[in-house]
């Protein structure tokens, strides 16, 4: 049987969305990606960070779900109020999908439908950041036309270590 797939715009949660968005972002955390939490938050401050991202209107919520479960998701933030003059640029942040979940495409789907939302917002530039690590994340996003425009040597201090991270952007006015 084939599984079904989905990728859309959240703007509420529907019955199981929270827990499985709760559980998804433990599992992201337990492997230390996706999200800057080095130590596991109780759930209670996890469904209250999910909560806050549906209430702040400077962010979009994007989910996959995987035979109608979320599995994955991203989110568009748009600049503060008080930068117009970065308006035209939305970042995208907290991309992940579960790992029984990948391979589906859905992420590839997350990044398409998110640049469409965004395109057609009026956004003019799409920019995004990742650890150096993150081989299938950094595979997807330049297979995608993101253009990587620097590094930055210490991005992230986990177990110790400092990793580097890769920081992209993307014209959504113009072919590349
Ligand atoms: C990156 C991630 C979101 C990909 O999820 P996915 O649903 O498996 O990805 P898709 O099935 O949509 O694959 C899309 C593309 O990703 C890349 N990709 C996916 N898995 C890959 C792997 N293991 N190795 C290399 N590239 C890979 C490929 O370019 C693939 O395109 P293709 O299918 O045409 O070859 C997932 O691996 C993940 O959540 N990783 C950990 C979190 C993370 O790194 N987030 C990003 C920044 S915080």
């Known amino acids: 049987m084939t599984n ?7 703007t509420e949660f529907r019955p199981g969305d929270l827990d499985a968005l709760c559980e998804a972002t433990e599992e992201a955390i337990a492997v230390s990606i996706g999200f800057d939490w ?3 938050p109780s759930r209670q ?3 209250k960070y999910w909560r806050g991202v ?30 117009e003059a970065g308006a035209f640029n939305g970042t995208i942040t907290a991309f992940f999908v579960v790992p ?9 789907g997350l990044l398409e439908r998110v640049s469409d939302h965004a395109r ?20 997807l996003y330049e ?9 930055k040597p210490r991005y992230a201090f986990v ?3 400092y990793i580097a991270g890769f920081f992209y952007f993307k014209m959504l006015d113009q072919e590349q």
């Open 4 to 10: 079904k797939t989905e990728i859309e715009r959240l």
């Open 143 to 151: 297979s995608a036309k993101f253009v990587r425009w620097g590094t």
């Open 45 to 47: 401050m996890v469904e």
């Open 54 to 83: 549906l209430l702040v209107p400077e962010r979009e919520l994007f989910v996959a779900r995987l035979d109608n479960a979320i599995v994955g998701t991203c989110q568009l933030v748009r600049p503060a109020v008080n930068n």
């Open 100 to 108: 029984y979940a990948r391979g589906h495409g859905l992420a590839r």
């Open 159 to 161: 177990d110790g270590k």
């Open 120 to 139: 057609s917002s009026g956004y003019k530039m799409l920019s995004l950041d990742v650890r150096e690590t993150q081989t299938a994340a950094i595979s």
């Open 38 to 40: 080095i130590n596991m």
